[in-house]
């Protein structure tokens, strides 16, 4: 009997998470009046019927399931609770919902809190990109300098991804532009490995905010040699300076030097050669002119480059998030 009963409730708890994720509202309240499994019960994979139903964005669901006392903070198999959820997913309607439904104690906890691998709602918001659940988030008091296990955060991402408008709100809301990662990478580094080119209004706001033009990287690269090896004139012109342009990296070579060895030259020199630094690049292009960089030399800054921008791809990347539909471990639809 025991086995049997067992097995009806885990079908039963199967069901119910499978009508939360689809909407199918009928379907939880017809399972949910058998009473063989309650709303915080989870399934196999950690799922539980406010989890999936937050993941389909099924606000009305949502409402009914809290009014039965399904744990706003409960959280899945992955260490992801609704309301990270709800951030990751972009449902702002949601996302209010369940704040609402917090103390205020709650809540601030909720904001803050990471699922297993460390990523915060915060940081899951912003690698989507987005904008009005970030600004939420800072409103209700989200802390924007929280690591992940990585050492990746909020700011980092969005000025990978190039997004001007997430950078300004995170700056504003208090995200610390000097901060590195595990790989030493600031937000400066991460902005001028952008595919495509660094925007230099994200390289302004983060110098404007403090942001250390001269930080290095593990491998002694500063943002302005990241930024001459791609050929990002704009960036180039916003980071150079007499300075940065005499920084070596631990490989002893220069951002001119990365940029002639890169062929990227042509690109880079008007901006280098602004009047402040003209005098510097004119030693620096002579001496390239003396001693041509070895290929060898180029084909390890090339790899360290890729290096850096597979870095720049996991933080593009889906930080838990994967859609409905596909391959989703967060919120995986129950074999029916």
Do not use: F
Request: charged fraction near 20%; aromatic fraction near 2%; hydrophobic fraction near 40%.
């Amino acid at each position: 009997m025991g086995g049997s009963a067992s097995k009806q409730k885990s079908e039963a708890v199967t069901k119910l998470v499978q009508a939360s994720l689809t909407g199918e509202t009928a379907g939880v309240e017809i399972v949910l009046s058998e009473s063989l499994c309650g709303v915080n019960d989870v399934d196999s994979g950690g799922n539980h019927a406010l989890s999936a139903a937050v993941c389909g964005g099924h606000h009305v669901l949502c409402q009914l399931l809290l009014d039965r006392g399904a744990p706003a903070e409960l959280k899945n198999g992955m260490g992801c609770s609704p309301l990270w959820l709800a951030a990751g997913y972009g449902h702002l309607e949601i996302l209010d919902l369940l704040l609402g439904a917090m103390d205020e104690d709650a809540a601030k906890r909720g904001v803050d809190t990471a699922n297993c691998t460390g990523d915060t709602a915060l940081l899951a918001a912003t690698s989507r990109g987005h904008a009005a659940i970030v600004a939420r988030l800072l409103e209700r008091g989200a802390n924007p300098n929280l690591a992940n296990k990585a050492g990746d955060y909020p700011l980092l991402i969005a000025a990978g991804n190039g997004d001007t408008a997430l950078v300004s709100a995170l700056v504003a809301g208090g995200a610390d532009p000097s901060a590195a990662n595990a790989k030493r990478l600031t937000p400066l580094h991460s902005a001028a490995a952008v595919q495509g080119g660094a925007d230099p209004q994200i390289i302004s706001l983060l110098l404007n905010s403090g942001a250390p033009r001269a930080a290095k990287d593990l491998n002694g690269a500063t943002p302005l040699a990241i930024a001459a090896h791609c050929g990002a004139t704009a960036a180039v012109g916003a980071l150079c300076s007499s300075e940065e342009m005499e920084i070596a990296d631990s490989d002893g070579h220069t951002p001119l030097w990365v940029a002639a060895a890169g062929g990227k030259l042509r690109q880079s020199k008007p901006s280098l050669m602004r009047g402040r630094v003209q005098k510097a690049a004119e030693i620096a292009i002579g001496s390239l002119q003396r001693k041509l960089p070895a290929k060898t030399d180029m084909r390890r800054w090339r790899r360290r480059l890729q290096t850096t921008k597979d870095r720049q791809n996991e933080l593009r990347g889906n930080h838990g998030m994967p859609l409905i539909g596909e391959d989703c471990s967060y919120c995986e639809k129950p074999n029916t």
